[in-house]
């Protein structure tokens, strides 16, 4: 019985602050005016200094930075900013105008640390009316320097994880849900703050998405755009992945001669940065480049054009420049660039396969094909089946291979994606870039910013789910 | 010790976080520190107020250098009114719009920018509006001149017009192409076919597409709204524009080439003609030496008749930030850097690459002798300017076009449903 009291009343928070404001003496009514009164009444001076200090910070910010923007939070802003410049000073003389992307941003902070406050505010409240009971029944109060004894053992827990969440607060998840908010927003090129103001404009960015006329063409070009990314995302990962897996199988193979050469050499190519390989290869298949002149030289220029391949237009091969040669292009290039890493991982793995199941496979007549059905890919995919999915979410999000190797080069033939300057190989997220970075149009790039994320996630719980169905990890045995 | 281990890494996870997004503000710290201290030094000495200013220009070093000189002489100029400290960073006009636009308040106080973006800085509330329009639209040939009116936006003018000749024109090569061939893309293309070389221009470009259109009468202008484009070439006839760009693209001795495609085909010798702009002229004379031309735009062969091609005038501005903590000084460092003394400076120091706009600059003798200058003149009768003309919508719809026609329409696509859809592309609503 007495054990239970020391825990406090248990239940939902507000619940909880609730009973105990109406069931505490006056000091645990006085609580949510002046935070710290609880505690101080029991003795715990330094505790009700915090609380009061707490309480007082809260208040100023609300103050100066919380209930001016949330007040404003609901138009986002009225006056625009209109200056005046002044000869005589030299200076322009502006007036007090609302800058519609701070309100938005102040006010959800204020917001924020609004909740933060009362759910403090609530744990107080009960905390000051378990003290209240502890007292009346003489129980022992504890003392500041036990408080922080406790906070390193017991309660270490808390100690260890409340930076880390305030980091994620701030650095995730406000900015988080300041993306996302814009989306409901007019906030684009012609709203652009501090000069002039945006506000909210509810579903209709979303509603655009599903529009398809001649000069409104997003909905037409996101059912492309996601199209192209998922069967990117599909061709990227699984290329890669076998493309791995089958060369450190040639590699690892007993008749391959000077192993650690052929390893060293395709690390190699992961020493490049990136970026630079990607360039130089886009250069090398530009119109005009390297390759085109050797194929036009060598004649497999005008082969290709006699089997249609090649428009007979043109008098290159269009590798970067046509959507299909690009598409095309593009998952080689990435094949190229991606196989080391996995030629890695795929060794690594198939060094730990024990040599006692090859061993009775033979030994049961199994031939190569059979083993590597049976043995091989099952250990393989138990092991990277984590790595497959993350792979896929990654390639879905693959900025680097598709804005390197087409940026300046690919210009689309479709007049629809052009009119919302999308590209036939744009990936969502390069689509986005272009959007923010070269059209300002902030809005709808929040808007595809929020499909990216449900596409993803979508994706990881439907494979999660699926890797890790219970008694699926051992299966393979 | 475990455990303060563990709290010192959960430290260091939130401090690392912080010293990722706090970097620049540390900096920015460090500077307003140096430079009160100056001002706290100075001001004992003297009574004039301390201004500190910031001037984007082209990366290029010839520019960077004048710069400095410019400023060093704006700094003497005014040394009995104010301490004056600028500092010149490297921006590139072409991308001026980018990075001012990211964040305006943290932007230079002046910077040079091309026309096109001129618009788009009006409609973000970058431009502070010029003082003293009425002499600057003087010196620069007045209101109906095409740098003033490529720097006004709604009657107010914005820019300070620092360099003309940013619009596009031919170069050919005297060895394989004659005067009066140059006159004409049957005479370029006939030339080409000859020589078994190139003639180049780059058709999936806006910039350079319209002036098929624009020859042939058709016309793009900005509404009055100042963002969006309104666009007749989907209007009767402009099919036949557009199957004339077919039929150029067709022939064997045209290739589409991009700017960079273009400089490399002239080295190589491939390309013995081709319309591009003026920052390429120095390239393109050092390839061809003293066979280098350069002439008017070409004209068409539009259902039998010829048809003299327009263009896009280009000029680039200096424009002052409407943010500025110090605007007055600004637009006084804006209109010295643009005044004609400077203006004759900045080509000379450049060679040649800084074309003046200022009417008085521009007919000096140096200038006049320049065959890019004179080709420029000639063609700017059949130009219009780009900042009236189009808005934002504008580019990526005519690069699909030029693109399709540039591959001789691949899919067959009905050229008045092809013009229907660019258009509409073109004048969609901004946003």
């Not at chain 2, 600028?86 to 001026?96: N, V, Y």
């Amino acid at each position: 019985m007495k054990k239970r009291k020391h825990d406090g009343i248990r239940g939902f928070l507000p619940v909880r602050a609730a009973k105990s404001w109406l069931a505490g003496d006056a000091f645990v009514k006085l609580t949510p005016l002046l935070w710290g009164v609880g505690y101080i009444r029991r003795r715990q001076f330094v505790k009700g200094f915090l609380a009061i200090l707490f309480e007082v910070v809260v208040v100023m910010f609300s103050i100066s930075y919380g209930f001016p923007n949330i007040a404003k939070f609901g138009t986002l802003g009225t006056v625009r900013r209109e200056t005046v410049y002044n000869p005589a000073t030299m200076k322009n003389e502006v007036n007090q105008y609302d800058n519609s992307f701070l309100i938005l941003l102040f006010g959800l902070v204020g917001l924020i640390v609004l909740a933060v406050a009362v759910i403090i505010l609530m744990r107080i409240v009960a905390e000051a009316r378990e003290l209240q009971q502890k007292s009346e029944q003489g129980a022992h109060i504890s003392t500041f320097r036990e408080d922080i004894r406790e906070l390193l053992n017991q309660k270490f827990h808390i100690t260890l994880l409340s930076l880390p969440s305030l980091g994620i607060i701030v650095f995730t998840i406000i900015p988080l849900i300041f993306m996302i908010l814009v989306a409901f927003t007019n906030y684009d090129q012609q709203h652009m703050a501090p000069t002039e103001l945006f506000t909210w404009v509810g579903l209709d960015n979303f509603k655009r998405l599903f529009n398809n006329s001649l000069s409104e063409t997003f909905g037409y070009s996101f059912g492309k755009v996601l199209g192209w990314t998922l069967v990117w995302a599909f061709f990227a990962t699984f290329t890669c992945y076998f493309g791995g897996i089958a060369l450190s199988l040639m590699i690892n193979n007993k008749r391959t001669r000077v192993k650690k050469l052929w390893r060293t050499l395709f690390v190699i190519c992961i020493a490049v940065p990136q970026f630079v390989s990607l360039l130089l290869v886009r250069n090398f298949f530009a119109d005009t480049g390297i390759v085109n002149t050797f194929c036009s030289n060598v004649g497999i220029t005008d082969f290709l054009k006699s089997i249609g391949l090649v428009g007979a237009y043109l008098d290159h091969i269009p590798f970067l420049t046509e959507a299909g040669w690009a598409k095309f292009m593009i998952i080689l290039i990435n094949f190229w660039i991606g196989v080391p890493y996995l030629m890695l991982i795929a060794t690594g793995v198939l060094m730990n396969i024990p040599t006692e199941y090859y061993e009775s496979a033979k030994i049961d007549g199994a031939n190569a094909l059979q083993t590597f059905n049976r043995i091989t890919m099952p250990f393989m995919l138990s092991v990277t089946g984590p790595y497959l999915i993350t792979s896929f979410i990654a390639n879905i999000n693959n900025f680097n291979v598709i804005y390197l190797l087409t940026q300046d080069v690919y210009f689309t033939m479709d007049t629809k994606l052009a009119a919302s300057n999308a590209k036939d190989i744009d990936l969502l997220v390069t689509w986005l870039y272009r959007l923010t970075n070269d059209y300002y149009n902030y809005k709808m790039a929040s808007v595809i910013g929020i499909l990216v994320f449900i596409v993803c996630a979508v994706f990881t719980l439907l494979a999660f789910n699926y890797t890790f169905r219970k008694g699926r990890e051992g299966r393979f045995q | 010790m475990k455990k303060l281990a563990a709290i010192l890494m959960a430290l260091m996870l939130v401090l690392s976080l912080c010293a990722c997004s706090g970097g620049t503000t540390d900096t920015t710290t460090t500077e307003s520190t140096t430079e009160t201290e100056t001002t706290e030094a100075t001001t004992e000495t003297t009574e004039i107020p301390d201004i500190s200013l910031t001037l984007w220009g082209s990366e290029l070093t010839d520019f960077q250098d004048a710069f400095r000189v410019m400023c060093d002489n704006f700094i003497e100029a005014y040394a009995d009114e104010a301490n004056i400290t600028i500092e010149i960073g490297a921006q590139s006009e072409a991308t001026a719009k980018d990075t001012v636009l990211t964040d305006i308040s943290a932007a230079a106080d002046v910077f040079y920018y091309a026309d096109d973006q001129n618009v788009e800085l009006v409609a973000a509330g970058a431009l502070q509006p010029v003082e003293s329009a009425d002499a600057i639209t003087e010196a620069n040939g007045g209101s109906d001149a095409g740098a003033i009116q490529a720097a006004t936006v709604n009657g107010t003018l914005y820019g300070y017009p620092a360099m003309g000749g940013n619009g596009y024109f031919l170069y050919y090569d005297k060895a394989y192409v004659t005067d009066e061939q140059a006159g004409s893309w049957a005479g370029l293309l006939e030339a080409a076919n000859a020589a078994g070389k190139e003639v180049t221009m780059q058709l999936n470009n806006g910039w350079y597409l319209h002036g098929f259109f624009k020859g042939a009468g058709y016309a793009c202008s900005l509404a009055d709204d100042a963002a969006t484009t309104t666009c007749d070439w989907n209007t009767a006839g402009g099919t036949d524009v557009a199957q004339a760009i077919l039929d150029i693209a067709a022939d064997p001795g045209f290739i589409n080439l991009d700017d960079a495609a273009f400089v490399t085909g002239v080295q190589e010798g491939t390309v013995i003609a081709g319309i591009n702009g003026s920052w390429n002229a120095g390239a393109v004379q050092e390839a061809w030496g003293d066979d280098y031309a350069c002439a008017k735009l070409p004209t068409y062969t539009l259902n039998g008749e010829e048809v003299q091609m327009g263009s896009f005038d280009g000029y680039k501005l200096v424009g002052v930030n409407a943010y500025s903590e110090n605007v007055g000084w600004a637009m006084r460092l804006a209109e010295w850097l643009t005044n004609e003394d400077n203006q004759i400076y900045l080509y000379e120091a450049t060679s040649g690459s800084a074309v003046p706009s200022n009417v008085n600059a521009a007919a000096s003798e140096s200038v006049q002798a320049n065959p890019v200058v004179a080709a420029l003149a000639t063609q700017s009768q059949y130009a219009s300017a780009q900042s009236l003309s189009v808005g934002g919508n504008y580019w990526t719809p005519t690069e699909t076009l030029g693109n399709i026609l540039a591959n001789g329409n691949p899919d067959g696509t009905d050229l008045q449903q092809l013009l229907d859809e660019t258009v509409a592309g073109v004048t969609a609503a901004v946003g």
